[in-house]
Antibody, heavy 117, light 107 residues
Framework: QLQLQESGPGLVKPSETLSLSCTVS??????????WGWIRQPPGKGPEWIGS???????YYNPTLKSRVSVSVDTSKNQLSLKLSSVTAADTAVYYC?????????WGQGTLVTVSS | EIVLTQSPDFQSVTPKEKVTITCRAS??????LHWYQQKPGQSPKLLIK???QPFSGVPSRFSGSGSGTDFTLTINSLEAEDGATYYC?????????FGQGTKVEIK
């Protein structure tokens, strides 16, 4: 059974870069079985897909965030990473990592990131 | 971007009642529609994939139907543990998008 766990700062200042990691256990991030993705959910709102990556390194981003987003994998650590630059208060949300093969099967518990000075 | 609109936004239901939630897509998406349940403080959980295929371990009272632009999630004989917000999500177009959610409250 795959398990995913997000980690990173809970508070980021406006205009700075949000950086999160997701550690995968119970399976290899290098497996061809899954795409890996990031989803966020602002307080009281529905989820929003941010981007996904395949073990080969192919990436897919939400066009509304594409200019600010980078998703990568570190196979040596079995980790997925997210970087979101030039953040504003609108980027305040719970950020989830998940398997992302068209639907989102396995999810992490999520981590709240607040953008505030 | 494909927009998904769910109805109703909120429903207050008595245990054992039948619940029906609809999801309408702004353009045809075939069967590329998935349903999730989210309880407060938890991550969403996959219930139904590709409109009508139950995900592993999901109780049989949950079912999905539809294709094209109109989809339905049905909960037969609602149980107290089913109080949650339900979301639809499409994978036909990029970006993947979610509906705004339907909150089901147990009376």
């Amino acid at each position: 059974q795959l398990q995913l766990q997000e980690s990173g700062p809970g508070l980021v200042k406006p205009s700075e870069t949000l950086s999160l990691s997701c550690t995968v256990s119970g399976g290899s991030i290098s497996s061809s079985t899954y795409y890996w993705g990031w989803i966020r959910q602002p307080p009281g709102k529905g989820p929003e897909w941010i981007g996904s990556i395949y073990y080969s390194g192919s990436t897919y981003y939400n066009p509304t965030l594409k200019s600010r987003v980078s998703v990568s994998v570190d196979t040596s650590k079995n980790q997925l990473s997210l970087k979101l630059s030039s953040v504003t208060a609108a980027d305040t949300a719970v950020y989830y990592c998940a398997t992302a093969n068209y639907y989102f099967e396995y999810w992490g518990q999520g981590t709240l990131v607040t953008v505030s000075s | 971007e494909i927009v998904l609109t769910q109805s109703p936004d909120f429903q207050s239901v008595t245990p054992k009642e039948k619940v029906t939630i609809t999801c309408r897509a702004s353009q045809s998406i075939g069967s590329s529609l998935h349903w999730y349940q989210q309880k407060p403080g938890q991550s969403p959980k996959l219930l139904i994939k590709y409109a009508s295929q139950p995900f592993s371990g999901v109780p049989s009272r949950f079912s999905g139907s539809g294709s094209g632009t109109d989809f339905t999630l049905t909960i037969n004989s609602l149980e107290a543990e089913d109080g949650a917000t339900y979301y639809c999500q499409q994978s036909s177009g990029v970006p993947a998008t979610f509906g705004q959610g339907t909150k089901v409250e147990i009376k």
